[in-house]
């Protein structure tokens, strides 16, 4: 049953005005904000409940673009592939709790292999897990050699990749994240500081690859996005119709459209 609920006393940030409120008071009805006010100048049911926020900060949900919550950013891949796909799981259900009770409300996954993200989102979404609203990339597309795959002996197949070589491929593996769930589409448009075989401002995808995923994001009303780092493969994915570029650490100011 909803209640009223009286965040009490506290420094309000909004992200409206540049100056903090001091002795601020938040009223919460269910899942809205009723009101905000000054502490003890605020109308206040009498039954509400309160939280004493004296010498704390109230601020806005935070939102964070780029993460990967079934990851610890551990480097060690033989480490990292030692873990089970259900012990992966139950670290991402811990990791978004830990996210939530650092104050992150929102957050856009950027690629998570097995579905993972996905069934995460799906069990927040239900209530079963504590966690905050999440939107989900699915597997990131990737070329040979590329950001996202990893190097192995022939003999050894790894399954937690999409890897990607045309722009038939690039289409046919949009449309299977979409049918799995995935809200955006992931593109690598060059290489990755944590890739072994491929150098960050290396090219990835080429412009006719992505603009395959692109289409069929955009086709059913979903966003993309692209690791990008260096000048050319940003280009190129602005070029195919992205939506939002992820990383840029060695965007320059110049440009071959100068």
Known sequence: MDEYLVIYDGTLIDCVTAEPRHHAAVLIYGDKIEAVGRAGEMAVPADARYIDARGKTILPGLIDAHIHITGNGDPNILRRMRKTV??????????????????????????????????LREAVSAGLVPGPRMKVSGKGLSITGGHGDHFFPPEIEFAGRYVVDSPDEARKAAREQLRSGADCIKVCATGGVMSERDEPTARGLTVEEMRAAIEEAHNVGAKTLAHAQGNQGIENAILAGIDSIDHGFYLRTTSVWS
Do not use: C, K, V, W
Not at 104 to 117: V, W, Y
């Open 86 to 119: 259900p012990y992966q799981a139950i670290e991402a259900t811990l990791n978004a709790r830990a996210l939530l009770e650092a104050g992150f409300t929102s957050i856009r996954d950027a690629g998570a292999a097995f579905m993972l993200d996905i069934g």
